[in-house]
């Protein structure tokens, strides 16, 4: 028996189509409800520039994340900032200064995606060019707590900042990101959602990313960067916009027919308007009920 092949516009479902928050991502890497972030932990960013600017050209995760967030970049005052410069990027970083205590490690540096945001503002706000409705603004705030740091100091400093910004733009996507190490942030916000249920280093959960949006992501570790012992994490956005899940709501609207601003406009010519003067506020009303039942 010879079966007839089906010609492929025959064909209901398409073939090696792809599904999920990351091909979703892939369609439109740069439209994305809530900004997709790359994060790693660099112990020193100037060594591993190289192979950060080939990733951002030839790997199409690297390349299409709007948000790239390095912590312990080790930058400090005499690094030009030429020398930490990425084509498509634009660079937020806070070095280590020399009232740190520290002559080693520290610095966060956050490169935004120019295709995906173009009026950065540090420690302010970001307006992408995409965003859904129903947020007006995206808070990022880039997170680097050492090891040896006090925990309720940290947490303490972390509150403060973050509560202020809630109070300034409640509408806004409010993300914290970075390497927490021993700190956990659910304990003073928790109405904060932590996203990062994998260990980027030995066995250890320590880079994690919160939000104020529940199931806002989905974490997948990466390949290291360069001989950099954390994994770096790519946050992939699960959020769904409000006008995909919202109920279709269907609503009546009556229209006048043909000829009814002529018929409208006969009955006019033919009230008489004076029985609405009447210095009696009861009759009044019984003229305009009953002209209005007629019509």
């Not at 912590?71 to 410069?85: K, N, R, V, Y």
């Not at 249920?197 to 974490?219: E, F, H, P, Q």
Request: glycine share 4%; hydrophobic share 35%; charged share 20%.
């Amino acid at each position: 028996m010879c079966r007839r092949r089906r010609r492929r516009c025959e064909r209901k479902q398409k073939r090696g189509c792809r599904a999920g928050a990351l091909a979703r991502l892939q369609k439109q890497p740069l439209r994305p409800p809530l900004c997709s972030l790359f994060i790693t932990n660099a112990r020193c960013l100037t060594n591993k520039m190289d192979e950060l600017r080939l990733q951002t050209v030839t790997n199409n995760i690297t390349k299409d994340s709007c948000i790239l967030l390095i912590t312990e970049t080790w930058l400090h005052l005499s690094i030009p900032d030429s020398a930490i410069e990425l084509t498509g990027y634009t660079a937020q970083h806070h070095d280590r200064t020399s009232d740190s205590g520290k002559s080693r490690g520290g610095g966060l540096c956050m490169y935004v995606n120019n295709n995906w945001c173009t009026n950065t503002v540090t420690v302010d706000k970001c307006r992408p060019i995409y965003l859904p409705r129903e947020f007006t603004v995206v808070m990022i705030t880039a997170v680097y707590i050492p090891p040896d740091a006090n925990a309720n100091s940290a947490i303490g400093h972390l509150h403060g900042s973050i509560c202020s910004q809630q109070c300034t733009y409640p509408d806004a996507v409010h993300i914290i990101a970075g390497d927490f190490n021993h700190v956990d942030l659910k304990a003073v916000l928790p109405k904060f959602y932590q996203h990062v249920k994998c260990s980027t280093r030995g066995a250890n959960m320590l880079d994690k990313v919160y939000s104020n949006i529940k199931l806002g992501y989905r974490a997948r570790t990466l390949p290291h960067l360069g001989q950099s012992d954390p994994l770096p994490l790519l946050l992939i956005p699960a959020y769904a916009p409000l006008r995909k899940t919202a109920p279709t709501i269907t609503k009546s609207v009556k229209i006048w027919p043909d000829g009814a601003s002529q018929q409208l406009q006969d009955c006019f010519d033919r009230t008489n308007w004076d029985i609405f003067v009447h210095p009696d506020l009861e009759v009044f009303t019984d003229s305009v009920s009953v002209t209005l039942r007629t019509a």
